[in-house]
């Protein structure tokens, strides 16, 4: 808010973590400007994501072999 408010409608895109406080003070600050999130946070998640699968699956395959052991 330091900027005077010509300043601030002339930026046009902040980009931001997934913070919901961060994205609430922009929009105020920011009017015209677009909010990107910013792709190292987008990484990370989608990662987290494939590692949960990677990890279920790996569990859901010992499992089966496990029984294919106990069969004979």
Known sequence: MKLCEHKRL???????DMA??????VKQVFTNATLVTDRFHVIKLAMEALQHIRINLRWKELDNENAAIKKG
């Open 10 to 16: 002339q930026v046009k895109e902040v980009t931001l």
């Open 20 to 25: 919901k406080n961060m994205e609430a003070a």
